[in-house]
């Protein structure tokens, strides 16, 4: 099953708000620091609700440390960003995909994204809208992923 990967985020709720998501769907969450927030911050808790002792939760302090783990677990880095290459829906997604989103405030790193496999982006209309909230945008990601993968 695909998981889910923050790196740096900076805004506790949007981070409650995937844990919930992946809560419900049962999607391993990792987050790689420094984070804008400490892990026992009360807007984190409060946006996962009751929900927490449901999230598969792994953090990795650093980025290294988070590519190390990959390496041993195996699978894709798919990095999403306004930059992204490929639309998200016109991309062939694989159980053991890692998505990757980065801060609110400056999405993934150059280094990150050239780490990737690929490099996906969500589609706006509106060209004077930059992105979507990062919690939003990991919904639609993931329910993408399980939607190509029969897990609705």
């Not at 709720?13 to 927030?37: K, S």
């Not at 946006?47 to 990795?60: C, K, M, N, Q, S």
């Not at 829906?89 to 159980?95: P, R, T, V, W």
């Amino acid at each position: 099953m695909p998981q889910i990967v923050l790196v740096h985020p900076q805004i506790p709720p949007n981070t409650g708000n995937i844990a919930r998501t992946c809560a419900a769907t049962g999607t391993e969450l990792h987050l790689v620091g420094p984070m804008g927030f400490e892990i026992s911050d009360r807007y984190l808790k409060r946006a996962g609700l009751d929900y927490w002792p449901y999230v598969r939760l792994t953090y990795h302090s650093t980025i290294e440390e988070f590519q190390a783990f990959h390496q041993q677990r195996g699978g894709r880095l798919l990095g999403f960003s306004t930059r992204g290459q490929i639309n998200y829906i016109q991309f062939e997604f694989h159980n053991d995909d890692w998505l990757l989103f980065g801060s609110e405030t400056t999405g993934l790193s150059p280094e990150v994204l050239a780490a990737c496999d690929a490099t996906l982006s969500i589609s706006m209309t509106q060209p004077g809208v930059r992105s979507l909230n990062l919690s939003v945008s990991v919904a639609i990601g993931l329910f993408e992923a399980r939607r190509q993968l029969g897990l609705l």
